[in-house]
């Protein structure tokens, strides 16, 4: 199968996915060693790797690119990379999802952060208004529907500026749209990550970043709750 359809059986499984995140194809192929089925290429982390600078929008989408082929290409399992805002405008959102989708990579994480982003459990984080929140996906579904063989994997950073319900009604409309997985960052307690699984349909992702804003739980205690996916950028 594709990488694409090898992570749509995984999903498919309604199980929780512990999901380390790499920066390199040594790090990726440790994380396959070990049995993982699923990696991430975590900004955060390929920033401080490959440019040894902070998670600050500060790589473009070649450097981006270049390293999810490295990954691909040395490993596997399926890799979801991650695609920032996209790059650009609607149009440029486009060329990013289908030039990961080239490269071999299973899903592309597109958020709605003002550009440069940062980190999402960092201070000073902005995020556009909703229509164009909605364009960004709108576009990455539409590079999907186009032949992309790749998952739009859906974020969301309102919660710091706007509460909570902004957070969840965008992540709503971004399942609207088409996005096949949804991820509302920086939650900051065990009611605020029930009520993003009670609330938003599909397969969801938590971050558990250590010294994060979202508490660290357990893998039980993060399936119990209804996360799909347990990403780790740095353990």
Not at 26 to 51: D, E, N, P, V
Not at 91 to 119: H, L, S, W, Y
Not at 150 to 156: N, Q, S
């Amino acid at each position: 199968m594709t990488p694409a359809n090898t992570l749509r059986a995984m999903l498919a499984r309604d199980e929780l996915i512990t999901m380390p995140c790499c920066f390199d194809a040594l790090s990726a192929k440790l994380i396959q060693q070990q049995g993982f089925g699923l990696t991430f290429m975590s900004g955060f982390s390929t920033a401080a790797a490959r440019i040894g600078a902070p998670d600050l929008g500060l790589m473009s989408y070649g450097e981006v690119l270049d390293q999810a082929r490295n990954i691909t290409d040395a490993i596997s399992i399926p890799v979801i990379a991650d695609g920032d805002t996209g790059y650009g405008n609607a149009m440029n959102v486009k060329r990013t999802v289908k030039g990961f989708a080239k490269a071999g990579c299973a899903a592309i994480m597109i958020e709605d952060q003002v550009a440069p982003k940062r980190c999402g459990h960092t201070k000073g984080k902005e995020v556009v208004g909703r229509d164009e929140a909605f364009d960004r996906i709108r576009a990455a579904v539409d590079a999907r529907e186009e032949g992309a063989d790749i998952l739009i994997l859906a974020r969301t950073d309102a919660r710091h500026e706007h509460g909570l319900g902004e957070a969840i009604d965008r992540a709503a409309k971004f399942a609207e749209l088409g996005a096949d997985i949804l991820f509302v960052e920086a939650p900051r307690s065990v009611e605020e990550m029930r009520t993003i699984c009670r609330d938003l349909p599909g397969p969801k992702m938590a971050n558990i970043l250590e010294g994060g804003e979202t508490p660290d739980l357990s893998p039980d205690d993060l399936r119990e709750i209804g996360f799909q996916i347990a990403a780790y950028p740095l353990s």
